[in-house]
């Protein structure tokens, strides 16, 4: 099996090692058992990360391209899909504690006439929608890939190149509203695309340049993250393939998923630091506003964040239609993130769970040293 991974090596003030090569060869093979119960995927990488006790690691096994030799690194790029959704939702949070925003504006104060008009045709009641609703998918609002037409369309012509409008419409058409605003919870990526257009409007930038702004990549030293198709792809960075079934996605055209619901290329260094930094209130100005984007919404879903266990542990963070996750646990001041390059692969979940697992055990070892 071919692997890569680094350790930091840690210590105590007296200098008794903490973590070191062993801990290191139980998350690869964390990794590889993953990948041989999963050999549809080429590769999977992953970060671990306690920054209080001094622990940084990533993984990687596999390789890039289903039937190729260059092994995957853990520093390769690839589209994350839905955990763009957490940044989105960040922008917006960071527009409502400078005063631009507000949770409980409705819909028919921050979309175009147009937009509007598509959603009133299918009986959507636009002043009882509010963002605080679309951000935690509350707001009754279905979601265009909920349709098969939307995947025979992808699939027939990976080279689209699809619009947010568009989107918005084929929703509308396809499908009805499932519920009042407030009423239950049913996840929409359509919600998120309108969430994008209300930056746009906003800010009056475009999309992806707006959340790195509002989010402050920079500061929180994300090098490898950047918005498909509306910024410059960094040189340096290198792209693991990803697949749907027997589909090489990796060349279809990112509007398929570009705006709002998905967008960001990262890798899971990046996407685990991004997800510590803002759970720890490195992120917004006021302490309240993480604790809102923690608390309000429903289960499992908050504000741009899921809510579940990890080895029964409470984690925050979110998921990615391509397998991709990124989570935080307080409780453990630890953050696991990963990649798994074929959709069809078990959930990551499972493999963040495995993560958290070794990791908690190594930790309450070194704590009864």
Excluded at 5 to 34: H, K
Excluded at 68 to 95: Q, W
Excluded at 137 to 163: F, V
């Amino acid at each position: 099996m071919k692997r890569f991974a680094w350790i930091v090596i840690c210590t105590l003030p007296f200098g008794l090692m903490l973590f070191g090569q062993d801990f290191s060869d139980q998350l690869i093979q964390v990794l590889e058992t993953y990948k041989a119960e999963n050999p549809v995927a080429p590769g999977v990488s992953a970060y671990v990360r306690s920054q209080s006790n001094d622990l940084e690691w990533s993984g990687a096994v596999g390789v890039v391209q289903r039937g190729g030799e260059e092994r995957l690194r853990p520093d390769h790029v690839i589209r994350i899909a839905s955990n763009t959704k957490t940044y989105v939702a960040t922008a917006i949070l960071r527009l409502v504690e400078e005063g631009r925003l507000d949770l409980d504006q409705n819909l028919s104060q921050l979309l175009e006439e147009d937009v509007l008009a598509m959603l009133r045709k299918d009986n959507y009641p636009v002043e009882l929608m509010t963002l605080e609703h679309i951000l935690s998918h509350t707001s009754g609002l279905n979601e265009h890939p909920a349709d098969s037409r939307y995947e025979e369309a992808l699939i027939s012509n990976p080279q689209k190149i699809w619009q947010p409008k568009e989107q918005i419409r084929l929703c509308i058409e396809w499908l009805d509203p499932v519920g009042q605003p407030g009423e239950i919870y049913s996840y929409s990526d359509t919600g998120y695309i309108l969430l994008g257009l209300i930056l746009e409007a906003t800010t009056q930038k475009k999309l992806g340049p707006a959340v790195r702004e509002l989010v402050n990549y920079d500061q929180l030293g994300l090098e490898a993250t950047f918005w498909e198709y509306m910024e410059p792809e960094p040189s340096q960075l290198e792209r693991a393939h990803q697949y749907y079934a027997d589909y090489d996605i990796t060349s279809w055209h990112a509007s398929f998923d570009l705006y709002g619901g998905g967008g960001l290329v990262s890798n899971p260094k990046d996407m685990g630091r991004f997800m510590e930094a803002l759970l720890n209130g490195r992120v917004y100005k006021e302490a309240k506003t993480i604790e809102h984007m923690k608390s309000r919404g429903t289960e499992p879903y908050r504000l741009g964040l899921m809510r579940v266990l990890l080895d029964g542990v409470e984690a925050f963070g979110h998921q990615g239609f391509w397998n991709t996750f990124a989570y935080y646990l307080p409780e453990l001041d630890l953050c696991v993130a990963g990649s798994i390059t074929n959709h069809h692969a078990a959930n990551g979940r499972l493999l963040a769970g495995q993560l958290v697992k070794v990791t908690r055990e190594n930790l309450a070892k070194t704590s009864s040293k």
